[in-house]
């Protein structure tokens, strides 16, 4: 059974810094290509970040030079540190993996993704 579990959302203020874990079982994650994604209130779900097995990294143009997306294979960990947040970063954001032999252009489409963790909260608020 495969099972992601993000953690280390809050409340932090504007400028400030958070880390996002995502815990996953049931995948070797060396053979997958992973992801976060992010759905503000009343927004449709969108793409932030992913991490290929072949070490590649992609953001989306909002969080390029504050975001770093990276992954730790031997403990099966994916993680997003988030730099000088905004309020416009509020958001459920959300770990997925990658299906199996998708393409680089469909990597930031979210049909493309298999396995979906709960979400964490993040608020960037004074």
């Known amino acids: 059974q495969v099972e992601l579990v993000e953690s280390g959302g809050g409340l932090v203020q504007p400028g400030g810094s958070l880390r996002l874990s995502c815990e996953i079982s049931?995948?070797?994650?060396?053979?997958?290509?992973m992801a976060w994604f992010r759905q503000a209130p009343g927004k449709e779900r969108g793409f932030v970040a992913a991490?290929?097995?072949?070490?590649?990294?992609y953001y989306t143009d909002s969080v390029k030079g504050r975001f770093t997306i990276s992954r730790e294979n031997a403990k099966n960990m994916v993680y997003l540190q988030m730099n000088n947040l905004k309020p416009d970063d509020t958001a459920i954001y959300y770990c997925?993996?990658?299906?199996?032999?998708?393409?680089?252009?469909?990597?930031?489409?979210?049909?493309?993704?298999?396995?979906w963790g709960q979400g964490t909260q993040v608020t960037v608020s004074t």
């Open positions: 991490t290929r097995n072949s070490g590649h990294s």
């Open positions: 049931g995948l070797t994650l060396r053979s997958r290509s």
């Open positions: 997925a993996a990658l299906r199996p032999t998708t393409i680089l252009s469909e990597i930031r489409t979210e049909s493309r993704y298999d396995y």
